[in-house]
DNA sequence: TCCTACATTGGACTTTGTCTAAGTCAAGAA
DNA sequence: TTCTTGACTTAGACAAAGTCCAATGTAGGA
């Protein structure tokens, strides 16, 4: 992670506290929070930050391909820092829980020439739903 | 249409004009409105219909399996009519425009057993994004 | 026709996110 | 080191999308 503070120091990003914390709760690679709980999380580090710098420096971050949204209920947004490997989501349909995961195959050729309706398709995003081992057994 | 109002009484549906209004705004093939758009072609029918009824009625649409719920952009939910055929979605990362398409293969197979953490795998849902040929002409 | 359980309504409320004006500060210049 | 400046942060107002509730209305069976 400190890896991604000299990237973005490289490109010019100014170092404030409250981008390096929103980046040290990102760290990690198999978290999926919402904005709110990177605010959360963010104020136990530093209890002043506000949700507009959080806001400001998710979306930051996403413009500069260092993490990405990802929305599997319609409802908040979660930010996942695994950005740099393609990937995509199996979600539990009971608890929400999200697994990161890698499937076989070449998704976006699947879909043939004469169902691209002219568009130029230029990306691929798969959710998997089902039961967790957790929400199964109970 | 009047199928699916036929359909829905054999299911002790109480058959009211608003929900007469919703289903019939919803009819036809190709349409993804929001809930408030829905609200809005509903009022154009029935000008006393109110938000909530609109909800209410969207919600069980979707709960007996009539309509599909999807959300493209993290924004406003969705409400796609066409729910008896398995489709994706092609939606136009510029305009938002969106398409049911048919990729070729086994989508849900492509997700190997040791992908799948112990879920039990139900579904998967994808959308294409890229440019219609409108915007990317423009 | 009457009854009643189910449906509808409007408005308050919640959640998620955006915007703005004023104040603060990181980092380069002197 | 201190100064300067434009980028950054803040609190709170605002907006969009959706939920909830108590009061009222009504579809459809008796």
Not at 25 to 54: K, N, Q
Not at 80 to 89: G, L, R, S, T, V
Not at 121 to 136: D, M, Q, S
Request: glycine content about 8%; some cysteine; charged content about 25%.
């Amino acid at each position: 992670m400190s890896d991604l503070l000299e990237r973005l120091r490289g490109r010019g990003w100014r170092l404030t506290a409250q981008r390096r914390v929103v980046a040290e709760v990102l760290d990690g690679d198999h978290v999926h929070y919402t904005a709110d709980e990177v605010h959360a999380r963010a104020a136990h580090l530093l209890p002043e930050i506000s949700r507009a710098t959080v806001y400001n420096t998710l979306g930051e971050l996403v413009s500069l391909g260092e993490i990405m949204e990802v929305s599997t209920d319609g409802r908040a947004k979660r930010y996942d820092p695994n950005a740099h490997h393609a990937h995509q989501h199996l979600v539990c349909s009971q608890c929400g829980t999200i697994r990161d995961v890698h499937p076989s195959g070449d998704l976006l050729a699947e879909l043939p020439p004469e169902e691209r309706f002219g568009f130029q398709v230029a990306a691929v995003e798969v959710t998997y739903r089902g039961l967790c081992p957790n929400c199964a057994a109970g």
